[in-house]
């Protein structure tokens, strides 16, 4: 029998975190359909949506634009959130139901700090929304919508904070809320709000024009300050105040979710019942 | 301190129904003790707080000397669980599976693949390693989470109805197996059951029911001039809560 251990090693640390995101990257590559969905939803968007109301919507020249760009170059950063966003949902909500209730258990028996085994998790869902995230772009790019080489790599940094993000929002959920049992009630009362009252696809003024209080709602909405951060990263600037907010998001987020899986509090019990 | 399972004054409840209320029991290093209580008798309830899924106020327990609210870790890394319901990466192969399970315990490389070895030739696997879990029968994917629970050398196993589901060959084999983990190396074994046959004379017997425990002792002391089944039937009887 090996001797029990009082702590724990930087290397173990690593390699723990390792494993978790070969699992999930492994499990990724298993679930062809999830990939082909995760690129053929932003890009029925951007084909199809975005073709009909380029003529409908004119938008003018804001930051971080210096000139007159189409609707299809603005609505990209509000879809590669729109991909990072499902993917959050679909690795965090996958926790809660049956079929991973039993893995998410076993994550639970390691000796490794809880803090530590959920970030883990994020840090790998988050990669995979990386992978879906370029994959998309490399799509756009077929169909014409390219920005600067550079823009593609600035994008990388913000990417790994929207998706720990957002990621933490499906964590948060899947650790505090029973009733929602299935992907529909996630997509009614999460995605759709969370996706349609944010800058993914019309900008600030243009809410304002329609209604102040949605605008303020879209202004609050954490998922705007991510979109934002991804638009101004690509066109190869820093939108400090939305990196600030969509940390400070996934700061709160994570924080709930560490004290939904804390075992002295409820929300567990709830769950092996 | 002993080295094995201490269970003392461990009450719980899900609101107002009380699952578990003063269960009290020891395991000695070495030895195999069966948990028998029928459904609903609170033994997942048990297995919860064991494995720390979730913690109570009300009494102790301790996992090789290790309390588990106040050093959760520590009591972690001594601990093997096997799940009642399956926790297994159907696409994954068998060594897949069993190599993220040891990197969770912070075991990789070199010393990873040597346990993994060791452990799927402890339970006749080693010629599966490389196949899929979904390509598995029932009995295999069994003695797979059993390799599994092994993997990082704890103190104690418990495991929660393993043998559910399983044709009768399969679940005497198993059943002997741990038997022989306990007597040849001194592991201590928790084995939640509800199916009496699986339990030897010469098993410690604690019987839960109704969150409370009825019998505690040496099985064949406990049945006595009885069959285990029907001293089971006697201890268990009454309406279920």
Known sequence: MTPQRAGISFREFAICMMAIVNREALRFVGQRSRFLSSLVRPMVWLIVFAAGFRAALGLSIQEPYDTYITYETYIVPGLIGMVQLFNGMQSSLGLVYDREMGSMRLLLTSPMPRWWLLFSKLLAGTAISIVQVYAFLALAALFDIRFSPLGYLAILPVLVLSGLMLGALGLMLSSTIDQLENFAGIMNFVIFPMFFLSTALYPLWKMAEASPILRDICALNPFSHAVEAIRFALHLDINWASLGWTGMAFAVFFAISLIGYDPAKGSMVRKAR | ?241
């Not at chain 2, 107002?16 to 020891?26: E, I, K, P, T």
């Not at chain 2, 913690?55 to 309390?67: E, N």
């Not at chain 2, 994954?92 to 060791?118: P, W």
Request: net charge neutral.
């Open chain 2, 1 to 241: 301190m002993s080295d094995g399972l201490v269970v003392e004054n461990v009450s719980f409840s899900y609101g107002s129904r009380q699952a578990l209320s003063d269960v009290g029991f020891h395991v000695e290093r070495g030895r195999f003790c069966a948990l028998l209580g029928p459904n609903g008798a609170g033994k997942s309830t048990l297995f919860g707080l064991l494995t720390g899924l979730f913690t109570t106020p009300s009494g102790t327990i301790r996992i090789a000397g290790h309390d588990m609210r106040r050093t959760p870790r520590s009591a972690l890394a001594a601990l093997g669980v096997v799940f009642q319901q399956p926790a297994v990466d159907l696409h994954l192969s068998v060594e897949r599976n069993l190599r993220y399970y040891a990197a969770l315990h912070g075991i990789a490389g070199r010393e990873a693949n040597q346990r993994i070895a060791e452990a799927l030739e402890r339970l006749g696997m080693a010629e599966r390693a490389g196949e899929k879990v979904s390509a598995l029968n029932g009995g295999h994917r069994r003695r797979m989470e059993i390799a599994r629970a092994l993997l990082h050398g704890p103190a104690i196993l418990l495991l929660d109805e393993p043998t559910v589901g399983l044709d009768a060959a399969t679940r005497q084999s198993i059943t002997n197996h741990i038997h022989a983990l306990a007597t040849e190396q001194g592991l201590t074994v928790l084995w939640a059951t509800h199916l009496v046959d699986e339990v030897r004379d010469d098993d410690r017997l604690v019987v839960l029911h109704r969150g409370a425990v009825r019998a505690d002792g040496e099985a064949g002391a406990v049945r006595g001039e009885r069959t285990i089944g029907d001293a089971f039937l006697s201890l268990t009887e009454g309406p279920m809560s």
